[in-house]
């Protein structure tokens, strides 16, 4: 990810300690996951991650991103046996469970963290991933830590 430097200078308005924590330890992990192995689903992975804050998570700008075309990249993953939307699928579905489990970012906030313009399209996602909405998945998860 990169700022311009004005960006850089700017004041923080309003701060949170422990969403910044919670962010940075989840930074850290998925930094990882960035570096594992290089295998082209993976490099897609990376590339879909990197760009999931900004909500440029669309197959044209990723195969742009990786110096290919659209049906280039739909090819090469047709070989490993993988489907562009079910990386993207599952990339968001670990995200927002992590983000359920690990912060306490609200439901309204993953949303758009996720790229999703609508809470009602991300809760009809997580629902078809996990069978919860989000808010139940929440509620499950806090309940059997107690």
């Not at 004041?11 to 998925?30: P, R």
């Not at 992975?45 to 195969?63: F, H, P, R, V, Y």
Request: proline share 1%; charged share 25%.
């Amino acid at each position: 990810m990169t700022f311009n430097r004005e960006c850089l200078d700017l004041s923080v308005l309003v701060s949170n300690a422990g969403i910044l924590d919670t962010l940075e330890a989840y930074a850290e992990e998925l930094q990882k996951k960035i570096y594992r192995e290089d295998l082209f689903p993976v490099q897609v992975e990376t590339a879909i991650i990197q760009n999931l804050l900004s909500g440029k998570t669309d197959i044209e700008t990723i195969s742009s991103q990786l110096a290919m075309s659209k049906r280039s990249l739909q090819i090469k993953l047709s070989k490993e046996g993988v489907k562009y939307q079910d990386i993207l699928d599952k990339i968001k579905r670990e995200h927002t469970i992590h983000l359920l489990q690990q912060s306490q970012l609200s439901i309204i906030d993953i949303t758009f963290l996720l790229g999703y313009s609508e809470q009602s399209a991300f809760n009809r996602a997580f629902k078809k991933w996990t069978g919860f909405t989000p808010g139940e998945y929440r509620q499950n998860y806090l309940s059997t830590r107690k």
